[in-house]
């Protein structure tokens, strides 16, 4: 399975490192062998070779500059020819979200439908955004889009509402989908000031430099809308929602709340009549409140079932990288089964 | 999709009720359309008909005796005579599970797996006691064979380790399996005494009248075979696993531990070297202490993600239901792929 990979940080990273790893293990699966043909970073350029890169080696790069010249090597084309020219049977967008515009991510997952790449997404702008979109044109095209990426990384919450939940109903979701506030408040719960917390989930890697999509709750926003569409195709936009993030949390409020029995969480909450992320305080005693660190969870309500939580890593290069592996295998399972 | 129904209790009686309720919506999932031509009961007698039998009439019935005759319509036909003359697409088998030989189910899913049937199993008994014989017969017959509502009901917990978390290597299971026992020991922790929960666990039908099953904790012990077995290729049996039941946890023991801050818990554990179903005390900030009532809970440990814990409904017909059409919902999306 040939590959382009949009993003070479953390996530883009893991990914090639479970590809290095696993290697032999995943052979194994009705053999899936993952070929990277394409790099492509914001700033530090790209490379093409449609025979493959060497994963070893690009995990190893501190620059893309220093790969090793070969016969058939490209450094020069940009993220737009890679996509068009290429035989690559997917796209793997793993590049930060942009949730004003999903660009450049967008265009270029548009391009690779339109070339006749599957397209997987660990990178959240272009689902918040234009879900629909890329769902049609992924649909004329006859090709795959799956995000699983997007949402508490790789714990499967996408794979368990829409398609372990098959043939229920799900009415509502709600729960905590923004590892680095979570982790801030876990922090706070601690006696950290809200500052140093922050502080801290910078250094630790959790949170940007700029952290105002995460502690302002935009990222959490973006989760829900993407729930909301892919689970019970309603339509949200972050306009139409009441987000709220965590920064005016003050450690008195953090202590009142503990004086009663309580703790502060951020929670997503999407149903079929709209959405909202608002701090909330939860009883020490419900399910959510036990979820601490960059841990996410997340609660499906449901007809048949009732609700069904899943609970799990949020965050982290490995665990996202997971989340694009299993998209590819499953890409992999329904061409090869064709 | 034509098929047998082996057993007319809660379980199988919510199948039927879905497949009422949700006709419309079935449809809607590329044509799914089932047709019940054969219902197998221990003491009521059988039904067959070539046809299909009505399913509002099944619900209905106090005995399948008041059924309706009508032409082509079979009363006397034994269970193994449905499986081997008919042309059912699936065998669904609904019937309590027998933990010592797995029988009548286990002959009867044998024979529909060689005469071309799929299997679709709520028993725990012939999945716990043969897995390798029915896995074998399966793909010698070229038929699929799905058993998840034997591990907490439609809560997928089995669909997440098989399907969802694929790529991942589970290292181990652990979990609050048994949905009596869960609802003793939360009574019990609001001061009921043993023989009262108990007494009222069975009056809401949670327990049986011989309890023993449950409460000596072998039910938990099916189910956490069942989970080594599927997910990570541990061969166990009954034999091999130090099992303890509730039933000598006294309201002393509750309060003792209570005060130390902890709650008891029927756990039961599998790993690689092995498995275990002990009364455990668990802290009551231990994410499966707030696992209450007939709700149930499994945490996978996985290489790549870490932990990845699933709580929902563990019993129920409704629920249990669910996992049945769920299984046969993904055998009818395999076999119109392709």
Same mark, same amino acid.
């Given at each position: 399975?040939?590959? @382009?990979? %949009? #993003?070479?940080? +953390?996530?883009? $990273? !893991?990914? *090639?490192?479970?590809?290095?790893?696993?290697?032999? /293990?995943?052979?194994?699966?009705?053999?899936?062998?993952? @070929?990277? %043909? #394409?790099?492509? +970073?914001?700033? $530090? !350029?790209? *490379?093409?070779?449609?025979?493959?890169?060497?994963? /070893?080696?690009?995990?190893?790069?501190?620059?893309?500059?220093?790969?090793?010249?070969?016969?058939?090597?490209? $450094? !020069?084309?940009?993220?737009?020819?890679?996509?068009?020219?290429?035989?690559?049977?997917?796209?793997?967008?793993?590049?930060?979200?942009?949730?004003?515009?999903?660009?450049?991510?967008? !265009?270029?997952?548009?391009?690779?439908?339109?070339?006749?790449?599957?397209?997987?997404?660990?990178?959240?702008?272009?689902?918040?955004?234009?879900?629909?979109?890329?769902?049609?044109?992924?649909?004329?095209?006859?090709?795959?889009?799956?995000?699983?990426?997007?949402?508490?990384?790789?714990?499967?919450?996408?794979?368990?509402?829409?398609?372990?939940?098959?043939?229920?109903?799900?009415?509502?979701?709600?729960?905590?989908?923004?590892?680095?506030?979570?982790?801030?408040?876990?922090?706070?719960?601690?006696?950290?000031?809200?500052?140093?917390?922050?502080?801290?989930?910078?250094?630790?890697?959790?949170?940007?430099?700029?952290?105002?999509?995460?502690?302002?709750?935009?990222?959490?926003?973006?989760?829900?809308?993407?729930?909301?569409?892919?689970?019970?195709?309603?339509?949200?936009?972050?306009?139409?929602?009441?987000?709220?993030?965590?920064?005016?949390?003050?450690?008195?409020?953090?202590?009142?709340?503990?004086?009663?029995?309580?703790?502060?969480?951020?929670?997503?909450?999407?149903?079929?009549?709209?959405?909202?992320?608002?701090?909330?305080?939860?009883?020490?005693?419900?399910?959510?409140?036990?979820?601490?660190?960059?841990?996410?969870?997340?609660?499906?309500?449901?007809?048949?079932?009732?609700?069904?939580?899943?609970?799990?890593?949020?965050?982290?290069?490995?665990?996202?990288?997971?989340?694009?592996?299993?998209?590819?295998?499953?890409?992999?399972?329904?061409?090869?089964?064709?």
């Amino acid at each position: 399975m040939k590959l @382009i990979l %949009i #993003g070479l940080g +953390t996530v883009g $990273r !893991g990914l *090639l490192r479970i590809f290095h790893d696993k290697r032999a /293990e995943l052979e194994s699966l009705d053999g899936f062998r993952p @070929i990277v %043909i #394409g790099v492509v +970073t914001r700033t $530090r !350029g790209t *490379l093409y070779h449609p025979d493959g890169l060497e994963i /070893e080696r690009l995990l190893s790069l501190e620059r893309l500059g220093d790969y090793p010249d070969t016969p058939g090597l490209e $450094r !020069g084309w940009d993220a737009e020819r890679i996509v068009r020219a290429s035989d690559a049977d997917a796209l793997v967008e793993a590049s930060p979200s942009n949730f004003q515009t999903g660009q450049p991510a967008l !265009g270029l997952c548009l391009a690779a439908l339109a070339t006749g790449k599957h397209v997987v997404l660990a990178n959240k702008g272009p689902v918040a955004v234009a879900y629909d979109e890329l769902r049609e044109q992924a649909k004329q095209a006859g090709r795959l889009l799956r995000f699983e990426g997007t949402v508490m990384a790789g714990t499967p919450s996408l794979r368990l509402g829409m398609q372990a939940l098959l043939g229920c109903r799900i009415e509502s979701a709600r729960g905590i989908l923004n590892g680095t506030t979570n982790y801030i408040l876990t922090q706070m719960e601690s006696g950290m000031s809200y500052d140093d917390a922050l502080a801290q989930a910078q250094a630790l890697g959790y949170a940007e430099s700029d952290p105002s999509a995460d502690v302002d709750g935009w990222d959490a926003a973006a989760k829900a809308i993407i729930v909301a569409r892919a689970l019970f195709g309603k339509h949200l936009t972050f306009d139409a929602m009441q987000v709220k993030g965590i920064s005016a949390i003050t450690p008195e409020d953090i202590a009142f709340a503990r004086a009663s029995g309580e703790r502060w969480k951020l929670i997503a909450e999407v149903s079929r009549d709209g959405g909202s992320v608002p701090p909330v305080r939860i009883s020490v005693s419900h399910p959510l409140a036990g979820v601490s660190g960059t841990t996410n969870a997340i609660t499906y309500a449901t007809d048949l079932l009732g609700d069904v939580t899943l609970i799990g890593a949020g965050a982290g290069g490995a665990q996202t990288g997971f989340a694009l592996l299993s998209d590819l295998l499953e890409i992999y399972t329904d061409s090869t089964s064709r």
